[in-house]
Every structure is written in structure tokens, then in C-alpha cells.
């Protein structure tokens, strides 16, 4: 399985896995008004704009048959003063195509995104996922990231979710 940092000309196909990936993994806890009106051409402008800004965040793809971006995510420092300074990452975002889900291609996408993030320096690192999302918080527990105690309450399409705050060392 193919994996590279992403490029500008990546935005549609990021947008796409993003839009498909969210309606498939949320249908039972957003709306489905809510995720039909997930517009991929407003995504693209979003993805463009981020993959040219000068504080990017760090964008690895996956790619499957012919090249074709099949899943992705997306890294960063943690955004507010709560860690030490440089030494835990965000991971924003972590989606794949549901064609590819339960083949191994988070795993390896997963894995890789940690191999980058020790090469950037980062000592551990967090995401946030939904509680009612028992798929996502089953793959990330079994790749070792462990829920800290840290909730939040976030209103989404409408709906009040809660989100619970993975972490995970990274190194020893």
C-alpha cells in the first residue's frame, strides 16, 4: 500500500474519502440531511487551501489500483497551550474509503502517521474521537491509544455529541 505526503493537486480526492468516509462511519450518530448536504466542492476548497498554507499541517495518503487515493490523514501540534510545546501532536484526521475499511489500509496509514510524527520529534499525541463512535475508538485502542479522561461536548449537524480525548506515547 502506497503512502506519500499529499499534494496540492490532492484537494478533490481528499475532499471525496473525507465527504464518503464521514456519511459511512456517522450515519447512525449525525443526521442524514445533515451528512447528504456534506458538499465535496466546498471540501476541495478547504483541503486546497490548507495543503497551500505556509503552517500546514502534515497530510499523508494512501493510494490503492492506478493511484487512486483511498484514505489519508492529517497531523499537526496539539493547537492550544494544554501540552508542553512541541511534544504532542494532533491527529485531526484519520478516514479511508468504506470500500477499503477491515483491509489494512488505516493500520498501515496509522502506523505510518506515527513513524512521522517521531521524526518530527513529537514524545506523544492525541486526537479526539466520538463516543459513539465504537468502530473508530475500537481501531485506535487496538493500535495502543488509550482515552484520557477528557471529554467534550460538541454540537454537530444539529446534534449534541460528546468526544472523548486518545492518547498515546510515542516514545519509550
Do not use: K, Q
Amino acid at each position: 500500500m502506497p503512502i506519500r505526503e499529499a499534494l496540492p493537486e490532492d484537494a478533490a480526492a481528499l475532499a471525496a474519502v473525507h465527504v464518503l468516509s464521514w456519511r459511512a462511519a456517522y450515519r447512525d450518530l449525525l443526521p442524514r440531511p445533515y451528512l447528504d448536504a456534506l458538499d465535496v466542492e466546498e471540501r476541495t476548497g478547504v483541503w486546497r487551501a490548507r495543503l497551500a498554507a505556509p503552517d500546514r499541517p502534515s497530510v499523508l495518503v494512501a493510494t490503492g489500483d492506478g493511484g487512486r487515493l483511498v484514505a489519508f490523514s492529517c497531523f499537526r501540534p496539539w493547537p492550544d497551550g494544554e501540552f508542553a510545546a512541541g511534544s504532542t501532536a494532533e491527529l485531526a484526521a484519520l478516514y479511508a474509503l468504506p470500500e477499503v475499511w477491515g483491509t489494512g489500509v488505516g493500520r498501515a496509514l496509522l502506523s505510518a502517521s506515527t513513524e512521522a510524527l517521531v521524526a518530527a520529534g513529537f514524545r506523544a499525541a492525541a486526537l479526539w474521537v466520538f463516543a459513539g463512535n465504537a468502530r473508530g475508538r475500537r481501531f485506535y485502542e487496538a493500535a495502543g491509544w488509550r482515552p484520557d479522561g477528557t471529554a467534550v461536548r460538541e454540537e454537530t449537524g444539529g446534534r449534541v455529541l460528546e468526544e472523548l480525548r486518545y492518547r498515546r506515547a510515542l516514545l519509550a
